[in-house]
């Protein structure tokens, strides 16, 4: 998150403690190892890992999607009532409107609290409850709601549109949109204004509903940026369905990953949520803003160019790895392989997230909580907190900081060469399957030095 974004949670303009607590905590000076050591050991943690794999692992152990812990009948029959599902459409719609009253009547100042649900507890706060609880955002959207609504005046069923939905639409609605949001959040000039914040926002619910009308409510599954960034990070979560009976059941990760089936612009999606995390680490190192302080040209075009190449080099890079991979093992076709091998790289994304953004979840996430208590900034207290501090205790152990970064990146990349090595001994012969992953692992060893330099550089 831009500095800028960061400074619009705060309540004051930059630099303030909580900037500087939020960017600030867990420097490379602060790794409980030198920096050239712990990129050495992230290294070896991949490299290790992938030897187990290639001896101890050497046939599919994920795809029987019927195991796991089954919970209690009554659970499954209690999320799926009515009364929850319409209960949780309320709650959405309540959220919505009670941010709504502050993005259009309060100020047009840092402390109306429409920036921190935005960019801290939505935007950082959603992928993190969704690795935990399962996808909960299509529960909640109130796009979906106000769908229903309208097809229900107009005495239309939800799920059917004028059109049917292009098989090969697939995820590039919601790859553009994350991007369009991602641009919202690092480059955009003047994006802690209510303005910019109102005309992005009303853009995509038009954009969206538009083409729930047109092609259904199934548009919403893999056209809404922020379902599918929901529906992503769920994949991760313990929580799962078992596709016999539709019975909730705990059950591994992992396996719960390899249930993914990303179609059309599903490498788009994790390119951007990917290289957009990078950018924005690389964007506050000081060689970037020497550079565009130097450069004599518009920080909005620099700052554009530099996003949508790293974009491109996450996209690239990722998809050449898997076309040398098919080349080398022989598989399914080069057009299949990048967006069926893709869902090993969503650990890694959760992996950077967490790195990157947790230490400003932590304490700009109390700030927004304290900031929703008066929305308008007129004094009022509506959730008693008004009048209190962000709880700075994150600061009093910069070296664990610092150890949570680092791991979560490298622990984020093992489970990524996991997921990749039990999808590879899937799609390619077993005589090959080794030999078709290297091209995958030198480019996650990339990732991973890139991404903690990139992490440890501001």
Do not use: C
């Not at 249930?259 to 999606?269: D, E, K, M, T």
């Amino acid at each position: 998150m831009s500095v800028r974004a960061s400074a619009a949670t705060t309540g004051v303009t930059p630099p303030t403690d909580v900037v500087v607590l939020a960017h600030g905590i867990g420097g490379r000076g602060d790794l409980p190892v030198p920096f050239s050591l712990a990129l050495v050991g992230a290294v070896v943690a991949l490299l290790v890992s992938f030897a187990i794999l290639a001896w101890a692992w050497r046939t599919p152990h994920l795809k029987d999607q019927e195991r796991g812990v089954a919970l209690p009948a009554g659970v499954t029959r209690v999320v799926d009532a009515r009364a929850t599902r319409i209960g949780l459409r309320l709650l959405g719609l309540a959220a919505t409107a009670y941010v709504l009253v502050s993005a259009v009547l309060g100020p047009d100042l840092l402390v109306n609290p429409t920036f921190g649900v935005v960019y801290v507890l939505f935007w950082v706060g959603m992928p993190l409850v969704s690795a935990v609880l399962g996808p909960i955002w299509p529960l909640l959207n109130p796009l979906r709601t106000l769908h229903l609504l309208l097809t229900r005046a107009l005495r239309t069923r939800p799920e059917e549109g004028l059109l049917p939905l292009p098989p090969g639409l697939g995820y590039w609605p919601a790859a553009l949109g994350l991007f369009a949001f991602v641009w919202l959040e690092l480059v955009a000039p003047e994006n802690t204004t209510l303005p910019i914040i109102r005309v992005w926002f009303a853009v995509y619910a038009v954009v969206m509903l538009m083409g729930a009308l047109v092609y259904g409510s199934r548009f919403f599954d893999r056209g809404d940026p922020f379902e599918v960034y929901s529906q992503v990070f769920g994949h991760l979560s313990p929580l799962a369905r078992r596709p016999s009976d539709g019975r909730l059941v705990l059950r591994s990760p992992l396996r719960h990953l390899a249930s993914l089936r990303p179609g059309p612009g599903f490498v788009a999606v994790v390119a951007v949520l990917l290289g957009s995390t990078a950018f924005d680490g690389f964007s506050q190192s000081v060689g970037w803003v020497g550079f565009v302080q130097g450069s004599g040209l518009p920080e909005v075009l620099l700052g554009t160019a530099a996003l949508t190449g790293f974009v491109l080099v996450v996209a690239g890079s990722f998809t050449l790895a898997s076309v040398l991979s098919g080349g080398l093992a022989g598989g399914p076709g080069t057009r299949e392989l990048p967006r069926r091998l893709a869902a090993s790289v969503v650990p890694i994304v959760l992996g950077y997230l967490i790195a990157h953004y947790f230490t400003l979840l932590v304490l700009e996430g109390q700030n927004t909580f304290i900031l929703l208590s008066d929305p308008l900034a007129n004094g009022a207290n509506l959730l008693g907190l008004s009048g209190r501090a962000v709880d700075p205790w994150i600061a009093d152990s910069p070296p664990a900081v610092a150890a949570i970064k680092a791991g979560a990146v490298v622990l984020g990349h093992v489970i990524g060469v996991v997921a990749a090595h039990d999808r590879a001994v899937a799609l390619f012969p077993r005589r090959t399957a080794l030999l078709g992953q290297l091209p995958l692992l030198v480019v996650m060893v990339g990732y991973t030095l890139g991404g903690l330099t990139l992490l440890f550089a501001t």
